[in-house]
């Protein structure tokens, strides 16, 4: 195409994308209604907050010994193929060998129940949570409460290295963290719903009562993955509640800013910087990157009970769907890698850890649902309707899974503070803690601040 063609392509592009836009945004945020989620009685509400300590059994143990060793043989992988096919089985036996001999779950549960943890009933689900207080705070240091918000297929043990960097007062500033870090409905200890439409806007409307249940009526929300859709909604229903977002998966899906995506294919340079228009330009590539990373999500959105059976049913089953999203999330190229590149930014230890919570909690079918609920007709979490109007600051790793043109974020967080990239990939509090919690921290002090 010429030039002009190009400009005129472009200008008609951004009038339509900017009036249809406008359109979206006088629609009123509609916040779902206050559903009882769970089994029981609503009239029997409990206000109860009661400490909760993982403790699993010893036969749930002893079944988990007798399957992992009774698995039967893996079917080899391919001549010449590493993680591109999924999960290579020569890796999985070395982890489940791993899981078999060297991982204690013991140990484990001590580790995991290092902070104190409670449950509560909200809109009939008990909600389990971790809920760190600082330590030796100097007077006129503020003590700011911080929700942070995991994703699939992580848990709140994603957050273990990070809550104490995040609860220490720092010399160079005026506040610290009081971290409250749930499990979401129907993951790890917290209880699932038992009726359809637990999505993204619902699940934010139960995580605005629990903060108002633990006595938080303004607060700090971080989230990544599904914790970051779920922060986001939360900044929209609840704006004056929530101070500020951090999130570490910023999106912008609105009408404008899919339109700056496709003219960005005329001139990247209008989106994107030179060194990462790679990761969004050809579009072709961007779309069959996703076609290939995401079946598992048009699974899970549509069908996730069925395959559910068989993870829920098979320990080294769980293992391998989930620890293959460890290994291609954290950085697509570990796919090429005989080892998954696992070892470069994790443990197995830690990794074993996270499958453990969905294994001993039977909760991979119902974390799965959660796909269902956020794409069917009540939600869909991928056309964005209204902007955020509260601060929010986004954290962009490189190798993140769903990256967009940080350029884009504007569209919808009306008042970004930061936009700061870094080296790592999806799950970035649990690779690369120090660096989230810094980003944490320098954006909370500009949303203080200003
Ligand atoms: C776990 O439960 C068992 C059996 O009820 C009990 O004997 C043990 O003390 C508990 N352990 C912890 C760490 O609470």
């Given at each position: 195409?010429?030039?002009?063609?190009?400009?005129?392509?472009?200008?008609?592009?951004?009038?339509?994308?900017?009036?249809?836009?406008?359109?979206?945004i006088n629609?009123p945020?509609?916040?779902?209604?206050?559903?009882?989620?769970?089994p029981?009685d609503?009239?029997?509400?409990?206000?109860?907050?009661?400490?909760?300590?993982?403790?699993v059994?010893?036969?749930?143990?002893?079944?988990?010994?007798?399957?992992?060793k009774?698995?039967?043989?893996?079917?080899?992988?391919?001549?010449?193929?590493?993680?591109?096919?999924?999960?290579?089985?020569?890796?999985?036996?070395?982890?489940?060998?791993f899981?078999?001999t060297?991982?204690?779950?013991?140990?484990?549960?001590?580790?995991?129940?290092?902070?104190?943890?409670?449950?509560?009933?909200?809109?009939?689900?008990?909600?389990?949570?971790?809920?760190?207080?600082?330590?030796?705070?100097?007077?006129?240091?503020?003590?700011?409460?911080?929700?942070?918000?995991?994703?699939?297929?992580g848990?709140?043990?994603?957050?273990?290295?990070?809550?104490?960097?995040?609860?220490?007062?720092?010399?160079?500033?005026?506040?610290?963290?009081?971290?409250?870090?749930?499990?979401?409905?129907?993951?790890?200890?917290?209880?699932?719903?038992?009726k359809?439409?637990?999505?993204?806007?619902?699940?934010?409307?139960?995580?605005?009562?629990?903060?108002?249940?633990?006595?938080?009526?303004?607060?700090?929300?971080?989230?990544?993955?599904?914790?970051?859709?779920?922060?986001?909604?939360?900044?929209?229903?609840?704006?004056d509640?929530?101070k500020?977002?951090?999130?570490?998966?910023?999106?912008?899906?609105?009408?404008?800013?899919?339109?700056?995506?496709?003219?960005?294919?005329?001139?990247?340079?209008?989106?994107?910087?030179?060194?990462?228009?790679?990761?969004?330009?050809?579009?072709s590539?961007?779309?069959?990157?996703?076609?290939?990373?995401?079946?598992?999500?048009?699974?899970?959105?549509?069908k996730?009970?069925t395959?559910?059976v068989?993870?829920?049913?098979?320990?080294?089953?769980?293992?391998?769907y989930?620890?293959?999203?460890?290994?291609?999330?954290t950085?697509?190229?570990?796919?090429?890698?005989?080892?998954?590149?696992?070892?470069?930014r994790?443990?197995?230890?830690?990794l074993?850890?996270?499958?453990?919570?969905?294994?001993?909690?039977?909760?991979?079918?119902?974390?799965?649902?959660?796909?269902?609920?956020?794409?069917?007709?009540?939600?869909?979490?991928?056309?964005?309707?209204?902007?955020?109007?509260?601060?929010?600051?986004?954290?962009?790793?490189?190798?993140?899974?769903?990256?967009?043109?940080?350029?884009?974020?504007?569209?919808?967080?009306?008042?970004?503070?930061?936009?700061?990239?870094?080296?790592?990939?999806?799950?970035?509090?649990f690779?690369?803690?120090?660096?989230?919690?810094?980003?944490?921290?320098?954006?909370?002090?500009?949303?203080?601040?200003?």
């Amino acid at each position: 195409m010429n030039g002009f063609v190009k400009f005129i392509v472009l200008i008609l592009a951004l009038a339509i994308g900017n009036v249809i836009y406008k359109a979206n945004i006088n629609e009123p945020v509609k916040v779902p209604p206050e559903t009882w989620w769970g089994p029981g009685d609503p009239s029997k509400e409990d206000k109860s907050i009661v400490p909760f300590k993982i403790n699993v059994s010893n036969e749930v143990l002893a079944d988990l010994k007798y399957r992992l060793k009774n698995a039967r043989d893996f079917v080899p992988s391919l001549q010449g193929i590493q993680q591109q096919y999924g999960i290579n089985t020569k890796l999985l036996k070395e982890i489940v060998n791993f899981w078999l001999t060297k991982y204690d779950w013991r140990e484990r549960e001590k580790f995991l129940n290092q902070f104190p943890q409670f449950k509560t009933n909200i809109q009939g689900l008990n909600i389990h949570y971790i809920h760190v207080k600082p330590k030796n705070v100097p007077s006129g240091t503020k003590i700011l409460p911080l929700l942070l918000l995991h994703g699939w297929p992580g848990s709140v043990r994603e957050f273990y290295e990070m809550i104490p960097l995040l609860t220490t007062v720092q010399k160079d500033k005026d506040f610290v963290f009081e971290v409250i870090a749930p499990s979401l409905p129907g993951y790890g200890f917290s209880e699932a719903a038992v009726k359809p439409g637990l999505g993204v806007g619902p699940m934010a409307v139960v995580f605005k009562n629990f903060m108002r249940r633990l006595g938080f009526d303004y607060y700090y929300v971080q989230g990544g993955d599904w914790g970051a859709a779920i922060t986001t909604t939360m900044a929209i229903f609840f704006p004056d509640k929530v101070k500020g977002i951090h999130s570490n998966m910023c999106m912008s899906n609105s009408h404008l800013s899919k339109v700056k995506l496709l003219a960005g294919s005329l001139w990247p340079s209008l989106i994107i910087e030179e060194k990462s228009k790679h990761k969004v330009y050809p579009l072709s590539d961007y779309v069959s990157n996703m076609l290939l990373e995401f079946g598992y999500m048009h699974i899970q959105a549509t069908k996730p009970d069925t395959v559910g059976v068989g993870l829920n049913d098979s320990p080294v089953g769980l293992a391998a769907y989930i620890l293959e999203k460890f290994t291609t999330w954290t950085n697509p190229a570990w796919k090429n890698k005989a080892d998954g590149g696992l070892l470069e930014r994790y443990t197995y230890t830690k990794l074993l850890d996270n499958v453990m919570i969905y294994w001993v909690t039977n909760s991979i079918t119902t974390s799965m649902r959660l796909y269902s609920e956020a794409m069917n007709k009540d939600e869909n979490v991928f056309d964005d309707r209204h902007v955020v109007t509260i601060p929010a600051a986004c954290a962009v790793f490189d190798s993140e899974l769903v990256y967009q043109p940080p350029s884009l974020f504007k569209d919808r967080y009306r008042k970004l503070v930061q936009v700061n990239a870094y080296d790592g990939g999806h799950f970035a509090a649990f690779e690369v803690p120090d660096t989230l919690a810094k980003d944490i921290w320098l954006a909370v002090s500009k949303f203080e601040n200003s």
